[in-house]
């Protein structure tokens, strides 16, 4: 079947679809695909969150596309605005706006084995009407951690008069100037935003810290205008750069991590927060759980923050939220303006969030809630749901770049999309037994790894099945999903595609005879010339003797 006869449906806009959607067009030459966004632009997280001082946890020329590195970014981590530009750059650069369809959230997608595609409906945001389309093939790019969670268990957080709001839904136009703001939680987003906030002397901020977290030094270092200039113009060495920040990157997941070594790492980030904070907080500052266990906190200001007089710290706990502020668990009430939360997000993993039904009624979460948790092979597909493939799937959590995942999964992907596009197969599902084998694995080398010594949301219901981290080095992913196993893979209306490989088979086979055959017959030609040449040799050297 041709391009016009196989279709592919995208969910979500963000640096995973807009990845998914560009391979489609530059490696395939496919272009008949929709992106289905529920915003009204492309970005995803990028496009979600302006809070002051968003940017990237990893160097930035680690987090961009390898096929389009951009020489001009300003600092070694990026700020929201200058990675969202770049990721609407790209989109028109490869015209993916006329294939999205913004404001429109998809519902469900079920699977009719007899037709071999996906019914979807999907809904418009705005109006609610619901529309249905076909798809012979879907890829999940939904964001990880998207929904805001708001700590609603705090009593009378709705009594609260002021102004309030999560981190990820920043109001644009707040002037925080002459205010009282009460920051809860001290995570990613907050360490980011609060150095940020607390520049203005003006400002009073308290941030309330339940559970202190790790710190590593991530300082945002400005290009200059010649090293911009380098990248721009010397062949490889925007490349180079980029994979040198990898190899730092991964390197400690590539050596053996014994108690020792753990221990040694521990040691020097506890004196790391402690050398960079005041002393008052020296007592709260320190976590009780391992390094690693929850997500390392990138440090690009937040503690040397922790200087200002203007900014305080209190680990308290809050016993109720009122009209005014927060009475804390000591019982001192706290007048506030605002109250900013940074508590993070609900996960999106431990509940997919839509109704996906592949083959006798399976569903995504229905395998979920059978396995204990999320569950996936390499995080890519799930058995009995056919032609579905995740993006960001269970335990693709890495402590390198998430663009590097994203793009090994997409290559991965393509391969087993290709025949069902040209029309050589209808569809691939993997297989139980090699997924079983795979997580069983998995789970094995996560028990033995830091994940398990914290509540986290990483892990079903805070303390079961951790089904984010990828205990393994990046590297060891990128190998996994350089090609795929077909052996594990339910083939249907395959039979031109397996003739095809075979015959593939066949000519790589006489290929490397013939290279063989050919090798073999230049060395035997050159060992006989040899053995002519020092048997003549020795003929005239007795012969200059006897003279």
């Known amino acids: ?35 289905y966004e529920k915003g009204s632009e492309v970005g995803g997280v990028w496009r979600a969150n302006t809070y002051p001082g968003c940017s990237s946890d990893v160097e930035i020329h680690f987090y961009s596309l390898s096929s389009d590195l951009y020489p001009y970014w300003n600092k070694s981590h990026g700020l929201q605005p200058e990675i969202q530009a770049y990721w609407i750059k790209l989109s028109k650069k490869y015209n993916l706006y006329p294939h999205i369809a913004f404001n429109t959230k998809v519902l469900s997608a079920e699977w009719d084995d007899a037709k071999q595609q996906y019914t979807l409906v999907a809904e418009d945001v705005f109006s609610g009407k619901r529309m249905t389309s076909v798809a012979h093939v879907v890829i999940s790019a939904l964001g990880i951690m998207e929904i805001p969670k708001i700590p609603y268990e705090i009593p009378g957080i709705q009594k609260f008069q002021g102004v309030s709001f999560h981190s990820a839904q920043w109001p644009g136009s707040i002037d925080m100037h002459n205010k009282r703001v009460a920051v809860i939680g001290n995570a990613s987003s907050g360490a980011q935003f609060v150095p940020s906030l607390s520049e203005d002397p003006s400002v009073e901020v308290v941030n309330f810290i339940r559970t202190p977290t790790w710190f590593n030094t991530r300082p945002h270092i400005p290009y200059s205008d010649s090293e911009k200039w380098i990248f721009a113009n010397i062949p490889l060495v925007m490349r180079l750069h980029r994979a040198w920040i990898m190899f730092l990157l991964d390197l400690p997941y590539l050596l053996p991590q014994s108690d020792k070594t753990l221990k040694k790492q521990r040691e020097a980030m506890t004196k790391y927060i402690l050398d960079n904070t005041p002393r008052r907080y020296h007592a709260y500052m320190i976590p009780d759980h391992p390094p690693g266990c929850k997500r390392t906190v990138a440090n690009a200001g937040f503690l040397d923050s922790l200087h200002r007089r203007n900014l305080t710290l209190n680990f308290d706990g809050i016993t109720e939220i009122v009209e005014n502020g927060i009475i804390t668990k000591t019982g001192e009430i706290l007048p506030f303006d605002v109250i900013v939360y940074a508590t993070g997000f609900t996960s999106k993993q431990e509940r997919y969030p839509m109704d996906v039904r592949g083959l006798n009624g399976v569903t995504i979460q229905g395998y979920y809630d059978a396995h204990g948790g999320p569950t996936a092979y390499i995080g890519t597909t799930i058995p009995d749901i ?29 391969q087993l999309i290709e025949p069902v596009l040209t029309g050589s197969a209808s569809s691939f599902t993997i297989k139980a037994a090699p997924t079983d084998t795979y997580n069983a694995k998995l789970q094995e080398r996560i028990s033995r790894s830091v994940h398990v010594h914290c509540n986290s949301w990483a892990r079903t219901d805070g303390t079961g099945k951790a089904f984010y981290p990828y205990p393994w080095a990046v590297t060891v992913w990128w190998w996994r999903l350089r090609k795929p196993n077909w052996a594990h893979y339910v083939a249907v209306g395959a039979d031109k595609w397996m003739w095809a490989g075979r015959i593939k088979a066949v000519k790589n086979i006489l290929k490397c005879a013939t290279v063989l055959t050919l090798s073999w017959l230049y060395i035997r030609g050159s060992a006989q010339r040899i053995f002519h040449d020092m048997v003549a040799s020795d003929y005239l050297s007795k012969f200059t003797l006897g003279l």
């Open 1 to 35: 079947m041709g391009d016009l006869q196989r279709t592919v449906a995208i969910i979500g806009a963000g640096v995973s679809g807009l990845s998914q959607a560009i391979a489609l067009k530059t490696k395939l030459g496919f272009h008949n695909f929709t992106i």
């Open 386 to 414: 056919p032609n579905f493939y995740l993006i960001n799937g269970p335990n693709t959590g890495t402590r390198t770049s998430a663009v590097f995942i994203v793009e090994a999964q997409v290559a991965y992907i393509l």
